[in-house]
Structure formats: structure tokens, C-alpha cells
């Protein structure tokens, strides 16, 4: 897929101008952290931008208040709320550093909307409204781990997005008992193109 491509389907997602990524894309660059081994523009925008945000060309979200997990970089959360700037976003990272990465793009990109919390997920106040309607993580920790983790932040209402591999059936495999327990279903949507991704949806039955 070309870039123009892939700028296409962007815009046809938020409205956003592509711009915000190549802006992003050189603060990655640029950053003194080593955040990913993809630099090759054409891969960063199909296997990081793209693949932050297709499943919301697939599939319609309701969300208004969302957390990232383990933010790293800044994926998916970043892409996310640069689609969406009428959405509260939470980027959730434990490491120092890469907070402060986070929160110098929230403020070179503009995206009032994103806010960084330097913790782990555990540790999120729930007393403090810190109840989200979408919780996500990608690339960071088992399905059993992310429950585990998440479940005091979580509503009736909420959806889990987890962005998975071949294993999304194994892991949800392992954290059947916890699913059972809290009556929460999951729906694996496998994709092979434009990008190679499993998207697994938790919910509350």
C-alpha cells in the first residue's frame, strides 16, 4: 500500500489532515529513545499509523473517555487522538522517559485531547473518575495480564481493544476463568490486508 494510499483511508477516517503523522513520525525520529526499529517511512505509516486505526474504518467504536495501556511510543493511542480530538485519550506509560516523549508531542502536535499518566495501570486512581468506556494495549502484556490490570477502571459499558497476533485464541483460552467470572465475551476480527493484525474485542455480556 503507497502512502497516498494510506493517507486516503485517513482522512476518509476522521477527517484529519496527514500531516499531524509526518509530524509525529519525525519526533520519533528524532527522539533520544530507541521506541521502534520500523524508521522506514513507508512501514512507519502502515505498520504503526495504519495499523493504530484501521480497525476503526472496520468497525464503529462508541467511546468517550479512552485508555491506552503500556503506551510506549505512543501507539495507538497518538494516531487515535489525532482522529479523534473530540475524545478524552489516556496514554497510561510506567517509564519516565518515555512520559516525557509523550507529553512534548501532546504539545508539538496540538492534541489538547491526550493526556499522559507516568504509572502502572493498577495504579490508576478508580476514586478519581478514572472510569473508561474504551481501554486498549498493543503489544504490551497477555489478555489475562491486561484484565487483571484494567478491571477497577471498567464500566458495564466498556470495550477492551487489544491489538494481538496469531495467539488472540490462546490468550483468551487462559483468561477464560476470569472472562466466566465477570461475564465477558470476546470477538476476534483476524485481517491479512492492507496489514497482518488481530483485533480482539472484550465486552460485558
Known amino acids: 500500500m503507497s502512502i497516498e494510499e494510506i493517507y486516503s483511508m485517513i482522512r476518509k477516517l476522521g477527517g484529519v489532515e496527514p500531516s499531524i503523522f509526518e509530524n509525529f513520525y519525525q519526533e520519533i525520529l528524532a527522539a ?3 521506541l521502534t526499529a520500523i524508521t522506514a517511512r513507508g512501514d512507519f505509516f502502515l505498520k504503526h499509523i495504519l495499523d493504530s486505526i484501521y480497525i476503526f474504518n472496520l ?33 497510561v506509560e510506567s517509564i519516565s522517559k518515555k512520559c516525557r516523549f509523550l507529553e512534548s508531542c501532546a504539545l508539538k502536535l496540538s492534541l489538547r485531547n491526550l493526556h499522559i499518566l507516568n504509572c502502572r495501570a493498577e495504579h490508576i486512581d478508580k476514586y478519581n473518575d478514572s472510569v473508561f468506556d474504551l481501554i486498549t494495549s498493543r503489544g504490551v502484556g497477555s489478555v489475562r495480564d491486561i484484565l487483571h490490570a484494567t478491571l477497577h477502571i471498567a464500566a458495564k459499558n466498556t470495550v477492551w481493544l487489544m491489538y494481538k497476533g496469531e495467539r488472540a485464541e ?5 483468561a477464560s476463568d476470569i472472562m466466566k467470572k465477570r461475564g465477558i465475551k470476546s470477538e476476534i476480527i483476524r485481517i491479512e490486508e492492507p496489514i497482518t493484525r488481530t483485533y480482539l474485542f472484550l465486552r460485558y455480556s
Do not use: C, T
Not at 76 to 90: L, W
Not at 170 to 174: C, D, K, L, N
Open 32 to 34: 533520544p529513545l530507541n
Open 59 to 91: 468497525r464503529q467504536i462508541e467511546f468517550k473517555r479512552m485508555v491506552d495501556i503500556g503506551s510506549g511510543g505512543g501507539f495507538p493511542g497518538i494516531p487515535i487522538a489525532a482522529v479523534y480530538p473530540e475524545r478524552e485519550i489516556y496514554l
Open 170 to 174: 490462546q490468550e483468551v483460552a487462559q
